[in-house]
């Protein structure tokens, strides 16, 4: 049986080098090890951008070299598309459009599960049920919006 696709926006790999938030960066360091071997993990190219502006060089190679392993989906016009419309409709702000580009390149791809530490504008009950509402009327499939302990 295939594993179950996970996508990992910057938030995680970001946690699991953080030791300003001890025990968010333990729970992250725990889900990498015990429970994402479980998934496919998957990052996007979004992800990829925004680990290479990572401006201390150091904390740049680590947090490449900790999802040197993941899948890379590309942000291609469709998940533009429909990152554009999550905003337009105010599922997003315009200022965190993101935030928006990470679930829909998820969402575009079939991902199952999208996991974020980012509570403020996408792992909270309103943006799970706006995504999941706009995503079947555009005929797209549901995501689960979770946070690593929920996995």
């Not at 725990?30 to 429970?35: A, L």
């Not at 993990?41 to 947090?63: F, G, K, Q």
């Not at 200022?95 to 679930?103: R, S, T």
């Amino acid at each position: 049986m295939a594993k179950q696709s996970v996508y990992l926006d910057s938030t995680i790999p970001s946690a699991y080098y953080d030791s300003r938030t001890p025990e968010r960066q333990g729970q992250t360091i725990q889900f990498w090890n015990r429970r994402l071997p479980d998934f496919a993990a998957v990052i996007s190219s979004v992800v990829v951008l925004e680990i290479r502006a990572t401006p201390n060089d150091e904390r740049r190679t680590r947090l490449e070299n900790l999802v040197q392993d993941c899948e890379v989906l590309v942000f291609d016009e469709e998940a533009d598309t429909l990152a554009q419309e999550y905003v337009a409709r105010g599922i997003f702000p315009e200022k965190y459009v993101d935030d928006a580009n990470h679930v829909a390149v998820a969402v575009t791809n079939g991902i199952g599960y999208f996991c974020s530490w980012n509570f403020t504008h996408i792992v909270n009950v309103n943006i799970r049920r706006e995504v999941n509402l706009f995503n079947a009327l555009k005929g797209y499939g549901p995501i689960e919006i979770v946070a690593p302990p929920e996995l």
